[in-house]
């Protein structure tokens, strides 16, 4: 399904708790473009009744069927992109723009 990185599920309960939202599941949330290039969505969601519930670092996530389909073994990752700029970043091989990052 989707795994959460040790960094993004430290984020994760960072802003949960920040925002209050302690105990709530993660809503991750995903559509295709017309492009076919994929929009993310994240945030803090009570499950509804056809949810996919996991859970991945602790982390408790929820995502609809048919994000869940989008999803398929993404990775999501919580990374600094540029000095002091860190961001979620979605490794996902469903997305037509990913490229694996390479082993050096």
């Given at each position: 399904m989707?795994?959460?990185?040790?960094?993004?599920?430290e984020?994760?309960?960072?802003?949960?708790?920040?925002?209050k939202?302690?105990g709530?599941?993660?809503?991750?949330?995903a559509t295709?473009?017309?492009d076919e290039?994929?929009?993310?969505?994240?945030?803090f969601?009570?499950?509804k009744e056809?949810?996919?519930?996991?859970?991945?670092?602790?982390?408790d996530?929820?995502?609809?069927?048919?994000s869940?389909?989008?999803?398929?073994?993404t990775?999501?990752?919580?990374?600094e992109?540029?000095?002091?700029?860190?961001?979620?970043?979605?490794?996902?091989?469903n997305?037509?723009a990913?490229?694996?990052?390479?082993?050096?």
């Open positions: 989707i795994t959460v990185t040790e960094a993004a599920a984020q994760i309960k960072k802003s949960a708790k920040q925002g939202s302690e709530m599941p993660l809503r991750i949330a295709r473009n017309s290039s994929i929009h993310y969505g994240m945030g969601d009570d499950s056809d949810d996919i519930t996991i859970s991945s670092e602790d982390v996530i929820v995502i609809s069927p048919v869940a389909e989008i999803l398929k073994d990775v999501l990752d919580f990374v992109l540029e000095p002091g700029k860190q961001q979620f970043i979605f490794m996902n091989p997305d037509p990913y490229t694996p990052p390479q082993d050096n």
